[in-house]
């Protein structure tokens, strides 16, 4: 049996709201329409985007960059910010949770695997499907 073949595609995209449809559209071109993570992994990195628009540099005239590695069944994607934020990406307390504090709550239960890594100033936030 062969290996799947992985391949990696990355997009930079500036720090402004419009970046998340532009992203999600980017994704399907890449993946294909029929791929079956598809759904799944435009969700997950809409969550990652809007966090880092949010919560980091990024958001205030930065720039946020998302990389994606793939098969035909699987998807790794990355979302690396500008960092100079306040806390750690991390999955929100039900303390913590009210109008916002869901994305990576999501991200946690969709994806397979997820996690987080310093990138220079800022934060790779990952997961796998």
């Known amino acids: 049996m062969t290996a799947p073949t992985m391949r990696f595609d990355a997009l930079l995209l500036p720090g402004m709201d419009r970046a998340v449809g532009h992203a999600r559209r980017w994704l399907r ?4 329409r029929e791929h079956p993570c598809l759904d799944d992994a435009a969700l997950c990195m809409s969550e990652l985007l809007t966090n880092a628009l949010r919560y980091t540099e990024s958001g205030r005239d930065g720039q946020i960059r998302v990389e994606v590695t793939w098969s035909a069944r ?3 994607i990355e979302v690396i910010d500008d960092g100079r934020t306040a806390t750690v990406p991390h999955v929100a307390d039900a303390a913590e949770l009210d109008v916002t504090g869901r994305g990576l709550r999501i991200v946690a239960s969709i994806a397979k695997a997820w996690g987080t ?11 796998e499907l």
Request: proline share 6%; net charge negative; charged share 30%.
């Open 29 to 32: 071109d890449v993946l294909g």
């Open 74 to 76: 699987a998807v790794r």
């Open 117 to 127: 890594e310093p990138r220079g100033e800022g934060h790779a936030v990952w997961f």
